[in-house]
């Protein structure tokens, strides 16, 4: 029930960048969507959220469709420290976060 | 300084026992939270407190509870240990509000034999 569909692995080149997608089609209006990523062996970590408009921080960009139905995280250069599953996250009211299957990344020297 | 921290990191013990771990965060955060990340690697909230009152309870056994001794702690109890309960356990914080970002402990592997 973590209603947002993501890709089960992506590929990706040292220092190139990476797009990965993730289908939210029940979205509501207040949801916030949230990105993190674990590491292996480690906690989860934040990257970024989101609303409405497209945001960048220093780890990453989060471009929203303009319907909300999709989001994409974009690494602008990826590095072997990047490779990590990468869970797109819908936040509601309650502060409950509820983490799907997520996307393993794979970093290729 | 770590932000959100614990104990033990790994935990070995048998069926039937009770044990406890503990989880302490230094980032004056008001909201406390217990994951399990089970053996396929799916993360699933079990608690979250808030100012010391219950505000998530998942479909969670009553042998696990979570106890507050103040803001800075949330300690996780589990009675009567079994197979089942082998899993990673991760604790997080935040403040509070859906916008804030969750911060996580490093995990501690429980071991039921």
């Not at chain 2, 302490?24 to 089970?38: I, P, S």
């Not at chain 2, 608690?47 to 009553?62: A, D, G, R």
């Not at chain 2, 935040?94 to 429980?110: H, Y």
Request: hydrophobic share 30%; proline share 5%.
């Amino acid at each position: 029930d973590a209603k947002t569909t993501q890709p089960n692995s992506m590929e990706s080149n040292e220092e190139e960048p990476v797009h990965l997608p993730c289908n939210h089609s029940t979205i509501s209006g207040t949801d916030y969507i949230h990105w993190y990523r674990q590491l292996p062996s480690q906690g989860p970590e934040y990257v970024i959220h989101g609303l409405t408009s497209n945001v960048n921080n220093r780890m990453a960009s989060l471009a929203i469709a303009e319907d909300r139905k999709s989001s994409t995280l974009i690494l602008h250069r990826a590095t072997l420290r990047d490779a990590a599953v990468y869970y797109c996250i819908l936040r509601e009211n309650n502060n409950d976060m509820r983490f799907g299957a997520g996307t393993r990344l794979t970093v290729k020297p | 300084d770590t932000a959100v921290s614990q104990t033990p990191k790994y935990l070995v013990t048998q069926m039937g026992n009770d044990k406890s771990i503990k989880c302490e965060q230094n980032l004056g955060h008001d909201t406390m939270y217990w994951y399990k990340q089970d053996s396929k690697k799916f993360l699933k909230i079990m608690f979250s407190y808030n100012n010391k009152e219950l505000i998530i309870n998942e479909t969670v056994p009553n042998r696990f509870s979570p106890k507050s001794p103040d803001k800075a702690h949330l300690n996780l109890h589990i009675n009567s240990l079994e197979l089942g309960d082998s899993a990673v356990y991760f604790c997080a914080s935040s403040r509070a509000g859906i916008m804030n970002e969750q911060f996580f402990g490093p995990g501690t592997r429980l071991t039921v034999l």
